[in-house]
């Protein structure tokens, strides 16, 4: 599966902003999908996660009730809707995929991977 991510940009703190990731294949469904982001400097760190189907959704402490990761398996789209941003969320966000269930917050987990989108938030 090829991914590509878009959506980034500058935004204010407390701003909103909502990443897509747009994948090839017909078996989207097969995958489960992360959100990862590396900000500058750091480490790539978890975000977020969907399960195939969409009705479990994973998240990071220090996103929890700001972001809401979705799917929408007929376009191939998995989303990262982004609330109340702060300046600590600025970052590269890339998109995965991988056909495991298991240590989902992990990036090792993960066999694919979109080519990454920025996201500024300015305070």
């Known amino acids: 599966v090829q991914l590509q991510a878009f959506g980034g940009g500058l935004v204010q703190a407390g701003g909103s902003l909502r990443l897509s990731c747009d994948a090839s294949?017909?078996?989207?469904?097969?995958?489960?999908m992360g959100w990862f982001r590396q900000p500058p400097g750091k480490e790539r760190e978890f975000v977020a996660a969907?399960?195939?189907?969409?009705?479990?959704?994973y998240y990071s402490d220090s996103v929890k009730g700001r972001f809401t990761i979705s799917r929408d398996n007929a376009k191939n789209t998995v989303y990262l809707q982004m609330n109340s941003l702060k300046p600590e969320d600025t970052a590269v966000y890339y998109c995965?995929?991988?056909?495991?269930?298991?240590?989902?917050?992990?990036?090792?987990?993960?066999?694919?991977w979109g080519q990454g989108t920025e996201v500024t938030v300015s305070s």
């Open positions: 995965a995929a991988t056909l495991r269930s298991w240590v989902i917050q992990s990036s090792r987990s993960y066999d694919y």
């Open positions: 294949g017909r078996t989207f469904s097969s995958y489960v």
């Open positions: 969907i399960n195939r189907s969409g009705s479990s959704t």
